[in-house]
């Protein structure tokens, strides 16, 4: 089961993160060197494919 996705994003954020805006209503996007993700922030757990796909690019086991 995936962390929620405030608990993704703070993690992000403490790993050196940026948030660097442009994320259409309740979605943040995140920067760190030529890496990017588009987190969306909402209550619901997320789907596997895009929990898989934040764990790849952010590089996480």
């Known amino acids: ?4 996705p405030f608990e993704i994003y703070r993690r992000l954020l403490r790993e050196g ?5 442009g994320g259409k209503g309740s979605h943040r ?3 760190r ?14 789907p596997k494919g895009l929990w898989e796909s934040i ?6 086991r």
């Not at 764990?55 to 996480?60: E, L, P």
């Open 1 to 4: 089961m995936p962390p929620k």
């Open 17 to 21: 993160w940026q948030d660097v805006g």
């Open 29 to 31: 996007k995140l920067k």
């Open 33 to 46: 060197g030529d890496r990017t993700i588009m987190l969306p922030l909402r209550r619901k757990e997320l």
């Open 55 to 60: 764990r790849k690019t952010a590089r996480w």
